[in-house]
């Protein structure tokens, strides 16, 4: 499954996003990819439609290219469910859960979710349907083999051992690709218990309609890998409970 990709262009004036059909048909889910811009001049443009909380936490940012990535996110986000919605982005107002997920106030069967990470953006939107995304870069770490024991399931470390050296980077930023995006749909954080949890390392041939598993307590869910550029991870859950 890959992504759409989102743009940004100027329209009377206003950054506005492209391509013009951005519908979500009832009982499906689209996913998008936005490629951050290069343009310092951006953030001030696409401040005007972020709510006071969140001009607050930009400003808060000590890194530029962390400030431009926040500020650009959140707006695209808002861009794109306005649109969705047909409301000014600026209007709407989010809700969040016990462990942070963000809703829409008023508007709770518009689903959403999002994530970034290197130059990207990932962005999804269903009408219905509870979902969470990951994207990772994926980035060399001197402690892989320590992140991987606090992450990876018995069975996900049984596997582990059998790789090659060559194969372990891109499997493990798959597998915690995967893994956020699970307890993003089902809303709980890390604090579920993240190496509780068996992806089944996201095989190659993944089942049509994808990988189905079912979380102790919360019921089934699908995940599917995400196709995004080369040195990403990505992937989307669904929760479909009981």
């Given at each position: 499954?890959?992504?759409d ?7 009377n ?5 492209m ?5 979500v048909?009832?009982g499906?889910?689209?996913?998008w990819?936005?490629r951050f811009i290069?343009?310092?001049?951006l953030?001030?443009?696409?401040f005007r439609?972020?709510?006071a ?5 930009a ?27 047909g ?15 963000p ?9 959403f979710?999002v994530a ?10 269903s009408?219905g ?13 001197s402690?892989?083999d320590?992140?991987?024991?606090m992450v990876?399931s ?8 059998a ?20 307890v993003?749909a089902?809303g ?6 993240i190496?509780?949890l068996?992806?089944g ?12 598993l079912r ?9 599917m890998?995400?196709?995004v550029?080369?040195g990403?991870?990505?992937a989307?859950a669904?929760?479909?409970?009981d």
């Amino acid at each position: 499954m890959a992504p759409d990709c989102l743009n940004l262009q100027r329209v009377n004036g206003l950054p506005a996003l492209m391509p013009a059909d951005l519908s979500v048909p009832r009982g499906s889910v689209r996913t998008w990819l936005f490629r951050f811009i290069d343009d310092d001049r951006l953030p001030d443009q696409l401040f005007r439609f972020l709510s006071a909380d969140e001009q607050k936490r930009a400003a808060a940012f000590v890194s530029l290219s962390a400030r431009n990535q926040y500020v650009q996110t959140r707006a695209v986000l808002r861009l794109l469910l306005g649109k969705f919605l047909g409301l000014a982005p600026e209007s709407l107002v989010f809700d969040y859960g016990p462990y942070g997920k963000p809703s829409l106030h008023a508007h709770q069967a518009c689903c959403f979710n999002v994530a970034h990470s290197g130059d990207y953006a990932l962005l999804a939107l269903s009408d219905g349907l509870q979902l969470g995304v990951d994207i990772e870069r994926r980035r060399h770490t001197s402690d892989l083999d320590a992140l991987v024991r606090m992450v990876f399931s018995p069975n996900e470390l049984l596997a582990w051992a059998a790789l090659h050296e060559a194969e372990r980077l891109e499997k493990f930023f798959s597998i915690w690709a995967a893994k956020e995006a699970l307890v993003k749909a089902i809303g709980r954080g890390l604090g579920l218990g993240i190496a509780d949890l068996d992806v089944g390392g996201l095989p190659a041939a993944v089942p049509q309609g994808g990988h189905r598993l079912r979380v102790e307590g919360f019921g089934d869910c699908r995940l599917m890998p995400l196709s995004v550029p080369p040195g990403y991870a990505a992937a989307l859950a669904l929760h479909e409970p009981d």
